[in-house]
């Protein structure tokens, strides 16, 4: 059984900054796992598109293009813990954003089939 609680959005002005968290349960983050975990976002009428990736280890990432420099991925797996550090903050990013996990190599994190897994998410909007 695997449970996903995310926090930490809000509103936030355009340029700004806003720290997301992701507390996962169960097998994710066990040594023998090797469960990567992703944020992905869905805006209004959108699909639900990737965001960014982390390995079970944490020594590799991925970004989407239109958050590389801005946002940073890291996790806490003695903590259970997985976050999104979100800098300079534009309208666009206006969305619900959402933690997972996904046993995929790393060509594949960005593809949301992988994930079998999603919590209720948390919404974010940057007002312009």
């Known amino acids: 059984q695997v449970q996903l609680a995310e926090s930490g959005g809000g509103l936030v002005q355009a340029g700004g900054s806003l720290r997301l968290s992701c507390a996962a349960s169960?097998?994710?983050?066990?040594?023998?796992?090797?469960?990567?975990m992703g944020w992905f976002r869905q805006a209004p009428g959108k699909e639900r598109e990737f965001v960014a990736a982390?390995?079970?280890?944490?020594?590799?990432?991925d970004y989407a293009d239109s958050v590389k420099g801005r946002f940073t991925i890291t996790k806490d797996n003695a903590k259970n813990m997985v976050y999104l550090q979100m800098n300079r903050l534009e309208p666009e990013d206006t969305a619900v954003y959402y933690c997972?996990?996904?046993?995929?190599?790393?060509?594949?994190?960005?593809?949301?089939?992988?994930?079998?897994?999603w919590g209720q998410g948390t919404q974010v909007t940057v007002s312009s």
């Open positions: 997972a996990p996904a046993r995929a190599s790393r060509s594949r994190w960005s593809s949301v089939p992988e994930y079998d897994y």
């Open positions: 169960g097998r994710t983050f066990s040594s023998s796992s090797s469960y990567a």
């Open positions: 982390i390995s079970w280890s944490g020594d590799s990432t």
